[in-house]
């Protein structure tokens, strides 16, 4: 059974940072591309970054850019996203996602088979 067990979420203050990590488990975790989604309250699920599985090239969302790390672990099936600089507006349930993706898809939630249950991030001084 594949599980991915995202932690780190937490209250931070306008410009404080958090690291989100992501533990997999019951899949071949190099050979799936992974991401980072989140979601507002009354908002659609949103891409915030990905990496692929086989070039290791992270994409990220335009608002997150500079400010967002993504790397992946594959010895420790581990995702993880760095963020510094958060603003409100990046405040949300942070999900992780494993697919087998394209670069075409990989910033479609339709694309991943497998979800984590998401962390809560929250931005507010």
């Known amino acids: 059974q594949v599980q991915l067990a995202e932690s780190g979420g937490d209250l931070v203050q306008p410009g404080g940072s958090l690291t989100l990590s992501c533990v997999a488990s019951?899949?071949?975790?190099?050979?799936?591309?992974l991401a980072w989604f989140r979601q507002a309250p009354g908002k659609e699920r949103e891409f915030v970054a990905a990496?692929?599985?086989?070039?290791?090239?992270?994409y990220y969302e335009d608002s997150v850019k500079g400010r967002f790390t993504m790397s992946r672990d594959n010895a420790k099936n581990t995702v993880t996203l760095q963020m510094n600089s958060l603003k409100p507006d990046d405040a949300a349930v942070y999900y992780c996602a494993a697919g087998r993706v394209i670069s075409s898809s990989l910033r479609f939630p339709a694309s991943y088979y497998y979800w984590g249950q998401g962390t809560q991030v929250t931005v507010s001084s």
């Open positions: 990496i692929k599985a086989t070039s290791g090239n992270v």
């Open positions: 019951g899949l071949t975790f190099r050979g799936y591309g």
